[in-house]
């Protein structure tokens, strides 16, 4: 079955300690993407990457990094969690990133910072 | 930038069409989105156009784009509570890094 699947789906952890988030899928894509979804904003997009060892900044990277050593996986790491980073994030890939390729969507990771 | 706005609720009974309005701001070329989104899932795509189109139609679905005022709409016929959930309009210009930019969500709630 094709699908993006995410890690873990709810996280709750402190400040300071430093976190990654696993994003993998299975239908060969090279564009993966990280969004994140706050209430009243709809979702932004945080990185994407284009294919294997590229990747860059989307609307709203700081606090996260990125990696993409190989096509399926596309972790979002948080070295250091601040509080203003509770939000629930979406891993996305699509066959290329000509606009007519729908993205296909994770079901979401839920990270409270307290 | 790129800007993207919805009404936040609508609220409709079961069996009446449902519209969904969405306005956007991309002179450029660009796709337009509907994903639907249900409660603790990932969004799930419904359809697109291509901004040189005027409609779209898929089964229950039909989306309408005025390009003019830059103003999209889903309609949903025969509207039932499966249907209730979170609806996203998003574009993506056929340029630059292509990312998708989301609306904040229509909140749509199917009444018996």
């Known amino acids: 079955e094709a699908q993006v699947t995410q890690n873990p789906r709810y996280l709750i952890t402190v400040t300071g300690k430093k976190l990654t988030v696993t994003c993998s899928q299975n239908?060969?894509?090279?564009?993966m993407s990280w969004y994140r979804q706050d209430p009243g904003l709809g979702l932004r997009q945080i990185y994407y990457?284009?294919?294997?060892?590229?990747?860059d900044k989307g609307d709203v990277p700081e606090g996260y990094k990125v990696s993409r050593k190989e096509k399926r996986n596309f972790p979002l790491i948080l070295e250091s969690p601040s509080p203003n980073q509770t939000s629930l994030y979406f891993c996305?890939?699509?066959?290329?990133?000509?606009?007519?390729?729908?993205?296909?969507f994770g079901d979401g990771t839920r990270l409270s910072i307290l | 930038g790129e800007d993207v706005e919805q009404s936040l609720f609508l609220s409709v009974r079961e069996g009446d069409s449902s519209v969904i309005n969405c306005t956007y701001t991309?002179?450029?070329?660009?796709?337009l989105y509907w994903y639907k989104q249900e409660p603790g899932a990932g969004l799930q795509l419904l359809t697109y156009?291509?901004?040189?189109?005027d409609m779209k139609q898929d089964q229950r679905l039909t989306v309408l784009l005025n390009k003019k005022d830059k103003h999209l709409s889903l309609r949903i016929a025969d509207t039932q509570t499966g249907d209730s959930a979170i609806y996203f309009c998003?574009?993506?210009?056929?340029?630059?890094?292509?990312?998708?930019?989301f609306g904040s969500g229509t909140r749509l709630q199917v009444q018996p």
């Open positions: 996305a890939s699509s066959s290329r990133i000509e606009a007519n390729q729908p993205q296909h």
């Open positions: 239908m060969n894509h090279e564009y």
């Open positions: 990457s284009m294919n294997v060892e590229v990747t």
């Open positions: 991309d002179s450029s070329s660009t796709y």
């Open positions: 156009i291509f901004s040189n189109m």
């Open positions: 998003a574009e993506r210009p056929d340029t630059g890094r292509r990312a998708l930019t």
